[in-house]
């Protein structure tokens, strides 16, 4: 008997989701939408001195929402419980140097590939004839212990691996002359290279990404309309130059 009732109630309960989903209103396009990002990240998402949320970023969502006519808010969120408030509607669509995996693709949607964020090269800017890893055979080169950048030196042939517990002090030794370059991310070459006053005049990024980690802008499944919205505005900033001047501005 019990068993009876129970796959009554099941049936039940089946239907009226039917009817529930049939009833459902169409997702409408939003004037405004709150984005999330983890503000600890730079050149990515940071907070300038006046606590104002900053960075690569921020400034291509913003770029993306003029382009698609929305406004957005962004939100502070801790990196430990982004992919959490995404998922219970807290925000609508998280942008925080976010890498695309097949993994992540199984509970969220993400937008088109916005940018390359993989390995790259840091030498001083004293090197000359310098693009490649290969062209520092027989010399050595600093990178995170466990990373992608220590794989990819170790993989090369001829290249000395020398690993660190903690990327800044490998750009240390680079700048002091002890090792002839440092392998990390795209951003993390960046922030030491580019943004930190103490190595922006001796070090320097050569070359191109070597290896590919795509970052996207993350929203939870079934936001079709948003989604499109912003993939629209995305395609609008990369024809137009826009996100070209965003990767000279932070990344270069």
Request: charged letters at 0%; aromatic letters at 4%.
């Given at each position: 008997m019990k068993k009876t009732i129970t796959v009554l109630l099941l049936f039940a309960f089946v239907i009226a989701s039917l009817f529930a989903g049939g009833a459902a209103e169409p997702e409408e396009r939003p004037d405004?939408?709150?984005v999330a990002t983890d503000?600890?990240?730079p050149p990515m998402e940071f907070l300038d001195e006046n606590r104002e949320i900053v960075g690569f970023d921020i400034d291509l969502m913003n770029a993306i929402a003029a382009a698609a006519g929305f406004e957005v808010e962004f939100r502070n969120t801790a990196w430990d419980g982004i992919f959490a408030g995404l998922a219970t509607g807290e925000y609508d669509a998280?942008?925080?140097?976010?890498?695309i995996t097949e993994e992540r693709k199984q509970n969220m949607d993400f937008s088109e590939p916005y940018i390359n964020a993989g390995q790259v090269l840091v030498v001083r800017v004293d090197t000359s004839d310098v693009e490649t890893l290969d062209d520092l055979v027989g010399q050595t080169v600093g990178a995170?212990?466990?990373?992608?950048?220590?794989f990819a030196v170790d993989a090369a042939e001829g290249v000395e691996t020398a690993t660190y517990d903690e990327i800044g002090l490998a750009f240390e030794d680079l700048a002091a002359g002890r090792l002839a370059g440092?392998?990390?991310d795209t951003p993390v070459a960046a922030n030491y290279a580019l943004q930190n006053e103490a190595y922006a005049d001796s070090l320097m990024i050569v070359g191109e990404p070597f290896t590919d980690e795509y970052y996207g802008i993350a929203l939870p499944q079934g936001r079709d309309k948003l989604l499109e919205m912003i993939n629209d505005g995305l395609a609008q900033v990369q024809e137009d130059g826009t996100i070209e001047e965003l990767t000279e501005k932070w990344l270069r």
């Open positions: 405004s939408i709150v503000a600890t990240w998280v942008i925080s140097s976010v890498t995170q212990i466990g990373t992608t950048g220590a440092v392998v990390a």
